[in-house]
């Protein structure tokens, strides 16, 4: 008599887990041997998926852009110095000079945080080069603590954060948020594409 074995849901969204970087660097070469007007490729895989949003996926370099930037305090009047909206009906002074912006991520993952339910965090996979820009991010102040930054999406603020400590043998990183399901999976279903975008792959 066959014994049948039961895989526990958490178990099978481990292995997607795992097994979803390779498959973002294979769509991304892929993208690249594609015509214009070809079909999307979906990592989220969201029409096999129940009760999720549908991701936006737009023009490249228009939806789901993301960069970081210095928050700006003290208003000089300085060239360098940046208005921009944020996510709550209110103004931000940046520092218009990107630390880090979609050039460096090759793709982002968006991972569900279980006591936060419709709340994400993201994996960003970065360039060699976006690894090094990470790192600096994460220079401690006179107190200790890496900076407070500005997490900017289509030249909107998003949030505040302090970015995580990266080894230097690393180029994977995690944005804690918390982030709203449709910007983390907006962010995820259009970052490759954006990646080829902005750096002409």
């Known amino acids: 008599m066959t014994t049948r074995i039961h895989i526990p849901n958490t178990a099978l969204r481990a292995l997607r887990a795992a097994i979803r970087p390779a498959l973002f660097f294979l769509a991304a070469s892929c993208l690249c041997a594609c015509e214009s007007g070809t079909n999307i490729f979906d990592p989220?895989?969201?029409?096999?998926?129940?009760?999720?949003?549908?991701?936006?996926?737009?023009?490249?370099?228009?939806?789901?852009?993301?960069?970081?930037?210095?928050?700006?305090?003290?208003?000089?009047?300085?060239?360098?110095?940046?208005?921009?909206?944020?996510?709550?009906?209110?103004?931000?002074v940046i520092d218009k000079n990107q630390l880090l912006d979609s050039s460096d991520i090759v793709s982002i993952e968006a991972i569900a945080i279980n006591d936060l339910p419709g709340f994400y965090k993201l994996r960003f996979h970065l360039t060699p080069q976006g690894g090094k820009l990470w790192r600096k991010l994460t220079a401690s102040d006179d107190r200790g603590k890496s900076p407070s930054l500005a997490f900017v999406i289509d030249d909107v603020l998003y949030r505040t954060f302090?970015?995580?400590?990266?080894?230097?043998?690393?180029?994977?990183?995690?944005?804690?948020?918390?982030?709203?399901?449709?910007?983390?999976?907006?962010?995820?279903?259009n970052a490759i594409r954006n990646f080829m975008h902005f750096s002409q792959q």
């Open 162 to 189: 302090r970015p995580r400590f990266l080894y230097s043998d690393e180029d994977t990183v995690v944005v804690d948020g918390p982030f709203d399901e449709p910007t983390a999976l907006n962010l995820e279903a």
């Open 44 to 92: 989220l895989n969201v029409d096999e998926k129940e009760d999720v949003y549908k991701p936006v996926v737009g023009e490249p370099g228009e939806v789901g852009v993301v960069s970081i930037h210095e928050i700006i305090r003290h208003t000089r009047g300085d060239e360098k110095e940046y208005q921009i909206p944020s996510m709550f009906e209110d103004e931000v």
